[in-house]
């Protein structure tokens, strides 16, 4: 049982470069979200999933697509790369956010220059 | 629109003393739930406990509790008999009914002294 995977765990981009973020849950968790960190900001949202084929937006969209084809995989893709998404990204998952908490992966570290 | 607040950017403790996170939160929704969170300096987060804006009772995980009092919308964390293994940064976070995702503070660094 490998919880949520996330890969890759360090990443650099050149400015206008695009790249995925890759995300994987083995628990069959319907709920799937993405955030980021930076320092002095907490996590903030950035797209959740409340299950296969239905994706919003959260806090912070602007920059990143998703999708949800299957239950286990949420892929969150930057179209083009900026500076100012340099950031710490992790993924969640949750079988049911109403009672027990998330499952986080254990991070990507994107720098891009 | 939900926003959590922790006013605490550190904090330093004795060991085995027991520690008070403060988190205020807002929210419109009916039906919400709060979160505390734990990361390490190795970075990963760690779910620590969980409320119901409907539960009569505060929650507790071990030597963790939240203290909720619903009409002041606080929920702080209080962790007993603190350990050196509980340094690190401390979340909190709100989602409401609609599974949207949380709303996380901006975290409480707490350093346990021996």
């Known amino acids: 049982n490998a919880g949520v995977t996330q890969t890759p765990k360090f990443q650099v981009l050149k400015t206008g470069q695009s790249m995925t973020l890759q995300c994987a849950q083995d628990?069959?968790?319907?709920?799937m979200s993405w955030y980021r960190q930076d320092p002095g900001m907490g996590l903030r949202l950035i797209h959740y999933?409340?299950?296969?084929?239905?994706?919003d937006q959260g806090e912070v969209p602007n920059g990143y697509n998703v999708s949800r084809s299957t239950t286990e995989d949420f892929p969150l893709r930057l179209l083009s790369a900026a500076p100012s998404q340099t950031s710490v990204y992790f993924c969640?998952?949750?079988?049911?956010?109403?009672?027990?908490?998330?499952?986080f992966g254990s991070g990507t570290r994107l720098t891009v220059v | 629109a939900q926003k959590i607040t922790q006013t605490q950017p550190g904090m330093f403790v004795q060991e085995k003393e027991a520690v008070t996170l403060d988190c205020t939160y807002d929210t419109s929704d009916p039906s919400y739930g709060l979160f505390w969170y734990k990361q390490p300096s190795s970075g990963e987060m760690i779910f620590l406990i969980y409320?119901?804006?409907?539960?009569?009772q505060n929650a507790t995980e071990g030597r963790y509790s939240l203290n909720f009092q619903k009409a002041r919308k606080s929920a702080n964390l209080v962790i007993s008999a603190s350990q050196l293994g509980d340094s690190a940064m401390y979340f909190c976070?709100?989602?409401?009914?609609?599974?949207?995702?949380?709303?996380f503070g901006k975290g409480t660094h707490l350093i346990i002294q021996p």
């Open positions: 628990m069959n968790h319907e709920y």
């Open positions: 999933s409340v299950g296969a084929g239905i994706t």
């Open positions: 969640a998952s949750s079988p049911n956010p109403d009672s027990v908490g998330y499952t």
């Open positions: 976070a709100v989602q409401g009914g609609g599974a949207d995702g949380l709303t």
């Open positions: 409320q119901g804006s409907y539960d009569q």
